[in-house]
């Protein structure tokens, strides 16, 4: 007998209370029951190993918190899952909540090291064929915007998510998969790249669509291309997404959007559900110069948002003269919560920022009217010259 076999046999005696001897006796005695017992006990003596190596890293991090660079939100997120252990709460929802986390791993690893590099999302049906005037635009599409330095991103299927990967190629392509029964398989101009993550939740995978896109481009489709419409117009509703440029593109002559644009400004704009001014967050062509167009401009000049406190920061990418600040004031003031829209440099709180060198506008912004800050931000991009200095649109 080998020295881990009267090791494990040991342990297990005093596991069982069972006398080393007659257990020995029994298991050089029984070979079946050494299967048995092997399969049965070595299973947690793994667990058991797993835990130990896992309870060594959680000591080791928390020793390491003080001086880590995000420290804070690290604490935050243990001290969640520690509250949590400590409810009564189904194993199912602990399924959920680590593929979830196991989904958001897999993305935040893929898309930091492309996190300074603008990314479009293509959107549109998986039915459509290679065949069509539709897949022919969506690769032109793609095609255009990442010969101008933007990233695209698909849902990784067919049709126009295809169109879209093929467009823009592999090297600058994303595929965000999720596997359903029937008509979702990588398509083969993402299959196999390192970009091509497989999520399990259509949440979490939403959550990166969005989250790392600068601008939305929707093709027609089906119902989930119209969840991804009107999610979309939701989140840059009501803030939690944007403000970037959302088009809607279809073929020459095509009445898809158009009909749904009519749907939106009689049952929504008419009776008053959505302000009159929402439909601004939208632009509809079946012209992809003008999609281009609406992409390229809405970078000319503005950069990004943020809030610092209750204060609403507007980075331009090149700064704008007092006149062009005063004809903001006199058309914009109705979106203002109080005082007026004013130039500053970063504040004190945005000092170390990557974009702390970008002039800015602040105003304490209503966060109601985003339809109006769409024609805010276009005013802008109007007011500007862009010169051959300023960096490309593509640069977060």
Not at 179 to 195: H, M, R, S, T
Not at 204 to 225: N, Q, V, W, Y
Not at 326 to 340: H, M, T
Request: proline share 6%; with cysteine.
């Amino acid at each position: 007998m080998k020295n881990h076999e009267i090791s494990f046999l040991f342990s297990l005696s005093l596991f069982l209370t069972i006398p080393l001897p007659l257990l020995l006796a029994i298991w050089l005695d029984n070979p079946r029951l050494q299967g048995e017992l092997l399969n049965k006990i070595m299973l947690p003596s793994d667990n058991a190993i797993a835990l130990e190596s896992l309870q060594a890293d959680l000591v080791e991090l928390i020793n390491q918190l003080p001086n880590l660079k995000h420290g804070k939100w690290i604490q935050r997120a243990l001290a969640v899952l520690v509250r949590l252990a400590g409810e009564e709460i189904d194993r199912l929802d602990w399924k959920i909540l680590s593929a979830a986390l196991q989904d958001m791993e897999r993305g935040f690893k893929i898309f930091y090291p492309y996190r300074h590099v603008r990314k479009v999302t293509i959107f549109g049906s998986a039915r459509i064929s290679p065949d069509t005037l539709e897949y022919r635009m969506a690769v032109d599409f793609a095609r255009y915007v990442t010969q101008h330095g933007f990233m695209v991103m698909t849902g990784a299927g067919g049709g126009i998510m295809q169109a879209g990967n093929e467009g823009a190629g592999a090297e600058k392509s994303f595929g965000l998969n999720i596997a359903l029964p029937y008509e979702q398989g990588a398509n083969p101009f993402i299959a196999g790249d390192p970009k091509l993550i497989d999520f399990k939740y259509f949440f979490t995978r939403k959550l990166f669509m969005l989250r790392e896109s600068d601008a939305i481009a929707l093709f027609p489709g089906g119902f989930g291309t119209q969840d991804e419409a009107l999610e979309c117009l939701t989140l840059c509703q009501t803030g939690r997404y944007g403000p970037v440029p959302m088009i809607l593109i279809d073929r020459p002559g095509g009445s898809y959007w158009q009909d749904w644009d009519a749907y939106i400004r009689q049952h929504l704009v008419e009776p008053g559900l959505v302000s009159p001014e929402d439909p601004c967050l939208y632009r509809i062509t079946d012209n992809l110069d003008v999609a281009y167009e609406t992409i390229d401009r809405f970078y000319q000049v503005y950069h990004s948002t943020r809030y610092v406190s209750d204060k609403f920061v507007i980075r331009l990418k090149q700064e704008l003269s007092d006149a062009d600040v005063e004809q903001l004031n006199a058309d914009f003031s109705d979106i203002l919560v109080k005082g007026r829209i004013e130039k500053t440099q970063a504040l004190p709180e945005e000092v170390g920022d990557e974009t702390e060198a970008l002039p800015r506008l602040v105003l304490y912004f209503n966060q109601r009217d985003f339809g109006r800050l769409y024609q805010m931000i276009a005013a802008i991009n109007q007011l500007g010259t862009p010169s051959p200095t300023v960096e490309h649109p593509e640069r977060k």
